[in-house]
């Protein structure tokens, strides 16, 4: 349900004060090497801070009315509280962005409670659809008395919309077992359908949308019945999806043809980029420091507002957006894997981000209360070590590795693959921290810091890779970087705490905690 802004604009201004006036004069005395702020700025912060009440007075609409990422759950992330309810069984499957939901034709999602948050009839739906299926109804508004309001329909393999007849049917087939971007876009009384970003067809019925027959009018009411994956014909459900849906959304507007191509083109499931910049799980002081430091630039890892698509600056915008999600944890589609390492006792790792939980080999100390994070696992240097699926493969696009470690010897390894390479590790001479992924053929090199994290400290590693650049961190600052437009593909699964091989001497031995994987670039 649509809640009233005031409020909730207001507590967005206290967030913002108590988070942000500390920081900047905590940075101003200090004046770190990484950032300073100029007293000029942080006047203009604080004056802004003063007028922020006064900004924030006017309510924003919220357009986006119902988001399900299916990332393990069915949960509504606009914000509304629209959560879907399965029925048959639906599982969650590796999807376009995350997970997804597959649906084996006797499976749906109901989601009426969105029927609420509709202001008019203009509208857009959209979601990513990997199918085979020729003949389906995936996306569906029916009346409470089960007649036809709008379906999205494939047929014969093209993708439309139906109110009793099909309509505006794709030139493009979309029932070729590849992930498409299907939306539908009501403007007014005429429908568009789009294939990945681009308008296909149109049509405009000679009566109102609906199912005109029996008194049915077609504005969207609270009691119409919204589902995914089959539409209401007659008394039960019908005309199943056979396939998979990731990221389905539903807008209480008309989306322009740009934003359609900006939603298709960004691949981390958040319409903007992840306001968790570096990749803790946590939007915190250390967030907002980093948004100020990239103050009125247009770095698009920070570009977070306005919602949905940013506005290409670093700007007061995006410093209201982070204050929203200040001291929450983060539902982060782009986190493919996290292992706390918090277990008391267990021979499985477990992932708290998806269904990646790993094998814990050898016996290693499990250390509930020892870990920089609360727990940690003590490894013993001689055949402790765990091991996971394959779920990542380094050559497709940008991602991040990050571990807290503690300990360690040179030339031993806290992240490898199985018979390719050690992803985070140390050199054998004085414990710098490396790494060996890199590009195929000859002339590759590993990428070498002169950061030694044996000295027995806890330090927070990662690797980032984003597309173009190799970067290694050591408690938040780059020790090394290169320019590396590819990497070498992998089809194996991790060791996290012995090398490649798993040969002597490349044991951890020392604690590791926290370790995650994102699919995006952060700045740790």
């Given at each position: 349900?649509?809640?009233?802004?005031?409020?909730?604009?207001?507590?967005?201004?206290?967030?913002?004060?108590?988070?942000?006036?500390?920081?900047?004069?905590?940075?101003?005395?200090?004046?770190?090497?990484?950032?300073?702020?100029?007293?000029?700025?942080?006047?203009?912060?604080?004056?802004?801070?003063?007028v922020l009440?006064?900004?924030?007075?006017?309510a924003?609409?919220?357009d986006?009315?119902g988001?399900?990422?299916?990332?393990?759950d069915?949960?509504?992330?606009?914000?509304?509280?629209?959560?879907?309810?399965?029925?048959?069984?639906?599982?969650?499957?590796?999807?376009?962005?995350?997970?997804?939901?597959?649906?084996?034709?006797?499976?749906?999602?109901?989601?009426?409670?969105?029927?609420d948050?509709?202001?008019?009839?203009?509208?857009?739906?959209?979601?990513?659809?990997?199918?085979?299926?020729?003949?389906?109804?995936?996306f569906?508004?029916?009346?409470?008395?089960?007649?036809?309001?709008?379906?999205?329909?494939?047929?014969?393999g093209?993708?439309?919309?139906?109110?009793?007849?099909?309509?505006?049917?794709?030139?493009?087939?979309?029932s070729?077992?590849?992930w498409?971007?299907?939306?539908?876009?009501?403007?007014?009384?005429?429908?568009?359908?789009?294939v990945?970003?681009?308008?296909?067809?149109?049509?405009?019925?000679?009566?109102?949308?609906?199912?005109?027959?029996?008194?049915?009018?077609s504005?969207?009411?609270?009691?119409?019945?919204?589902?995914?994956?089959?539409?209401?014909?007659?008394?039960?459900?019908?005309?199943?999806?056979?396939?998979?849906?990731?990221?389905?959304?539903?807008?209480?507007?008309?989306?322009?043809e740009?934003e359609?191509?900006?939603i298709?083109?960004?691949?981390?499931?958040?319409?903007?980029p992840?306001p968790?910049?570096?990749g803790?799980?946590?939007?915190?002081?250390?967030?907002?420091r980093?948004?100020?430091?990239?103050?009125?630039?247009?770095?698009?890892?920070?570009?977070?507002?306005?919602?949905?698509?940013?506005?290409?600056i670093?700007?007061?915008?995006?410093?209201?957006?982070?204050?929203e999600?200040?001291t929450?944890?983060?539902d982060?589609?782009?986190?493919?894997?996290h292992?706390?390492?918090?277990?008391?006792?267990?021979?499985?790792?477990?992932?708290?981000?998806?269904?990646?939980?790993a094998?814990?080999?050898?016996?290693?100390?499990?250390?509930?209360?020892?870990?920089?994070?609360d727990?940690?696992?003590?490894?013993?240097g001689?055949?402790?070590?765990?091991?996971?699926?394959?779920?990542?493969n380094?050559?497709?696009?940008?991602?991040?590795?990050l571990?807290?470690?503690?300990?360690?010897?040179?030339?031993?390894v806290?992240?490898?693959?199985?018979?390719?390479?050690?992803w985070?590790?140390?050199?054998?001479?004085d414990?710098?921290?490396?790494?060996?992924?890199?590009?195929?053929?000859?002339?590759?090199?590993?990428?070498?810091?002169?950061?030694?994290i044996?000295?027995?400290q806890?330090?927070r590693i990662?690797?980032?890779?984003?597309?173009?650049?190799?970067?290694?961190?050591?408690?938040?600052?780059?020790?090394?970087?290169?320019?590396?437009?590819?990497?070498?593909?992998?089809?194996?699964g991790?060791?996290?705490?012995?090398?490649?091989?798993?040969?002597?001497g490349?044991?951890?031995?020392?604690?590791?905690?926290?370790?995650?994987?994102?699919?995006?670039?952060?700045?740790p």
């Open positions: 349900m649509k809640s009233t802004t005031t409020n909730h604009l207001h507590r967005s201004a206290v967030l913002l004060t108590a988070a942000i006036i500390p920081d900047l004069f905590l940075r101003r005395t200090i004046m770190s090497k990484k950032s300073k702020i100029r007293c000029g700025g942080l006047i203009y912060f604080v004056s802004f801070v003063l009440n006064l900004v924030l007075a006017s924003v609409k919220a986006l009315i988001w399900w990422r299916f990332n393990d069915f949960l509504d992330s606009s914000g509304l509280g629209n959560d879907g309810i399965p029925k048959g069984n639906p599982t969650f499957v590796e999807g376009y962005v995350g997970f997804a939901l597959e649906l084996d034709g006797n499976d749906y999602v109901v989601i009426d409670a969105v029927s948050d509709f202001t008019d009839n203009d509208i857009t739906l959209s979601a990513w659809v990997k199918t085979s299926d020729r003949y389906a109804k995936w569906s508004c029916n009346t409470g008395h089960r007649g036809n309001q709008v379906r999205l329909a494939i047929v014969g093209k993708f439309g919309f139906d109110t009793d007849t099909e309509h505006a049917l794709s030139t493009t087939t979309v070729d077992g590849e498409h971007l299907l939306t539908f876009v009501r403007s007014g009384n005429i429908g568009y359908t789009y990945d970003g681009v308008m296909e067809n149109s049509y405009e019925p000679a009566a109102n949308y609906g199912a005109n027959y029996a008194g049915y009018t504005d969207f009411t609270s009691n119409d019945l919204w589902s995914i994956g089959q539409e209401w014909d007659g008394p039960g459900p019908s005309d199943f999806l056979t396939g998979i849906v990731d990221d389905a959304r539903i807008y209480d507007r008309a989306l322009f740009a359609i191509l900006v298709m083109e960004y691949d981390t499931g958040l319409d903007v992840s968790d910049f570096n803790d799980g946590i939007v915190d002081s250390a967030d907002m980093t948004l100020v430091d990239h103050w009125h630039t247009d770095n698009a890892l920070y570009d977070i507002a306005p919602e949905p698509f940013g506005d290409g670093v700007d007061v915008q995006d410093l209201i957006a982070l204050s999600y200040l929450k944890e983060l982060d589609p782009t986190l493919l894997a292992w706390a390492l918090d277990e008391t006792e267990s021979d499985i790792a477990f992932d708290s981000a998806g269904i990646n939980d094998f814990v080999i050898g016996n290693p100390l499990w250390q509930p209360t020892g870990g920089l994070v727990g940690a696992i003590e490894l013993d001689v055949d402790d070590y765990i091991i996971t699926a394959p779920f990542l380094p050559a497709v696009g940008p991602f991040s590795v571990a807290w470690i503690k300990g360690g010897a040179p030339g031993q806290v992240i490898s693959a199985p018979g390719g390479v050690n985070l590790g140390t050199d054998p001479l414990g710098f921290l490396m790494t060996e992924l890199t590009k195929p053929g000859r002339g590759a090199a590993p990428l070498l810091s002169e950061t030694t044996t000295d027995g806890w330090h990662g690797f980032v890779w984003d597309g173009s650049n190799r970067t290694l961190y050591v408690d938040s600052v780059a020790v090394a970087h290169d320019i590396e437009d590819s990497l070498k593909s992998s089809s194996n991790l060791n996290i705490g012995t090398g490649k091989a798993m040969k002597s490349t044991y951890w031995s020392g604690l590791i905690d926290d370790v995650r994987i994102y699919n995006r670039t952060l700045i």
